[in-house]
Structures are given as structure tokens and as C-alpha cells.
């Protein structure tokens, strides 16, 4: 078990590019979140995938935002023509079980800044 | 909908004090409580969760928090903290709706203990 990993763990990019952000959950699980977490709040729900299905986004998941699982293991996250309010930590986490009690497994997130 | 209400944002204590950290919660089905701890340049991780049974929960590092029905809380506590101890807590409700799972967090509580 080697955890959720992300990657980068920093992205510095100038407003209006694009940046992907990829994440490797635990191995065995099927579930697969993305959050945003900005200064001072707690971490923002942005979509959820469970295998290769994305069964949920978050109103603040933007046209500009997609997300992807292909085959349900590893996703990325894209921000197309990035704005200065996107700027925020954006945390990866996974999880496994037959129920909503199982826990989240967090990665240590992918710090973006627009400038 | 569902929200998470944490009602302190920083809380300092001195080390060996007790401290109590606030969580109320509104959802209009039944929810998992949980709360998360992220130390500095780290993930969130699992402290304890509340899905069932006594209301009384104990997690890791001496924590504990006790689910109140009625007053749609479910506040942390430790009898005697810890430098080691400092780091940003965030208290979260899991809720399965429209086929999905679905966890909302607080706006975190910084805890600073002091020497």
C-alpha cells in the first residue's frame, strides 16, 4: 500500500494555459475523488468516480474542468484556459467498501497557482 | 442539503490542557460523521468516524467525539493535548443520495497548542 500519490506537487502556470493533474489511488480501490481546497476552507467536493464512471460533479466543477478515469485506476484533471480564481490546492483521494462508511485516503494534493 | 457547520476557526490551548473542537452538521437523511486531521504539508487523515451504535467514538492519538442527535452535533475532544498536536482539524458528514456517496466538509478548525 503506498498511498494516493499526485503528481506535480506544485504547478505554477500563467492565466489562460492549460494544466493537467494526475492522480494514482490505492491500488484495490474503486472509488475516486477529486476536491479543491482553498486558503482558510475545508476541502470542496469537485466530482466523483466509481471505476470509470463518473457519477457526480459539483456545480463548481466549470465547462473549463474534466476529469478522467479511462480505466478506472489511475485520473487526471484538466483545467483548460486557466483563470486566476482557480488557483488552490486540489486533493485526490480513493477509497474501496460497500458502503458510504468507508474512509477517504488522501493524497497530498497538487498546489496550483495562476499567475 | 447537507452542510458542516465548524464554529472556531483557530483554537489555541496549552499543552496538557483539554480541548473541545465544535461540529454541527444539517442533513436531511441519515449521515456518517467523521473527522480528519491535516498536519502541515500533509494529506488529511482519518482521525475517527461515527456510523452507528454508541455515540461515544474514540479514534487515534487519544481523540474522541461524541454524536448528538438532537443537537445535530458531533464535537472532538481530547482531555490533554499535545505540541504535536497542532494541525488543522476538519469534521465531515458522508451522505448517500441519487445513487452516490457524497462527503461535505467543514471550513476546519486550526488548533495551535502552546508550550
Given at each position: 500500500?503506498?498511498?494516493?500519490?499526485?503528481?506535480?506537487?506544485?504547478?505554477?502556470?500563467?492565466?489562460?494555459?492549460?494544466?493537467?493533474?494526475?492522480?494514482?489511488?490505492?491500488?484495490?480501490?474503486?472509488?475516486?475523488?477529486?476536491y479543491r481546497q482553498?486558503?482558510?476552507?475545508?476541502?470542496?467536493?469537485?466530482?466523483?468516480?466509481?471505476?470509470?464512471?463518473?457519477?457526480?460533479?459539483?456545480?463548481?466543477?466549470?465547462?473549463?474542468?474534466?476529469?478522467?478515469?479511462?480505466?478506472?485506476?489511475?485520473?487526471?484533471?484538466?483545467?483548460?484556459?486557466?483563470?486566476?480564481?482557480?488557483?488552490?490546492?486540489?486533493?485526490?483521494?480513493s477509497s474501496s467498501?460497500?458502503?458510504?462508511?468507508?474512509?477517504?485516503?488522501?493524497?497530498?494534493?497538487?498546489?496550483?497557482?495562476?499567475? | 442539503?447537507?452542510?458542516?457547520?465548524?464554529?472556531?476557526?483557530?483554537?489555541?490551548?496549552?499543552?496538557?490542557?483539554?480541548?473541545?473542537?465544535?461540529?454541527?452538521?444539517?442533513?436531511?437523511?441519515?449521515?456518517?460523521?467523521?473527522?480528519?486531521?491535516?498536519?502541515?504539508?500533509?494529506?488529511?487523515?482519518?482521525?475517527?468516524?461515527y456510523l452507528s451504535?454508541?455515540?461515544?467514538?474514540?479514534?487515534?492519538?487519544?481523540?474522541?467525539?461524541?454524536?448528538?442527535?438532537?443537537?445535530?452535533?458531533?464535537?472532538?475532544?481530547?482531555?490533554?493535548?499535545?505540541?504535536?498536536?497542532?494541525?488543522?482539524?476538519?469534521?465531515?458528514?458522508?451522505?448517500?443520495?441519487?445513487?452516490?456517496?457524497?462527503?461535505?466538509?467543514?471550513?476546519?478548525?486550526?488548533?495551535?497548542?502552546?508550550?
Amino acid at each position: 500500500d503506498t498511498g494516493v500519490s499526485q503528481d506535480p506537487r506544485h504547478k505554477i502556470t500563467k492565466r489562460g494555459q492549460n494544466v493537467t493533474f494526475r492522480c494514482d489511488p490505492i491500488s484495490e480501490h474503486n472509488r475516486l475523488y477529486w476536491y479543491r481546497q482553498t486558503l482558510g476552507q475545508g476541502p470542496e467536493f469537485l466530482t466523483y468516480f466509481q471505476n470509470e464512471a463518473q457519477l457526480e460533479k459539483s456545480r463548481l466543477l466549470s465547462d473549463r474542468f474534466s476529469a478522467e478515469r479511462p480505466k478506472g485506476s489511475f485520473s487526471t484533471l484538466e483545467i483548460q484556459r486557466t483563470e486566476q480564481g482557480d488557483s488552490a490546492m486540489y486533493l485526490c483521494a480513493s477509497s474501496s467498501g460497500q458502503a458510504t462508511n468507508e474512509k477517504l485516503f488522501f493524497g497530498s494534493g497538487t498546489q496550483l497557482s495562476v499567475l | 442539503a447537507q452542510s458542516v457547520t465548524q464554529l472556531d476557526s483557530q483554537v489555541p490551548v496549552f499543552e496538557e490542557a483539554p480541548v473541545e473542537l465544535r461540529c454541527n452538521y444539517s442533513s436531511s437523511v441519515s449521515v456518517y460523521l467523521f473527522w480528519y486531521v491535516q498536519y502541515p504539508n500533509q494529506g488529511l487523515q482519518l482521525l475517527l468516524k461515527y456510523l452507528s451504535g454508541s455515540t461515544l467514538v474514540k479514534g487515534i492519538n487519544g481523540f474522541e467525539a461524541e454524536f448528538n442527535k438532537s443537537q445535530t452535533s458531533f464535537h472532538l475532544r481530547k482531555p490533554s493535548v499535545h505540541i504535536s498536536d497542532t494541525a488543522e482539524y476538519f469534521c465531515a458528514v458522508s451522505e448517500y443520495s441519487s445513487g452516490t456517496y457524497k462527503y461535505i466538509f467543514g471550513t476546519g478548525t486550526r488548533l495551535k497548542v502552546l508550550a
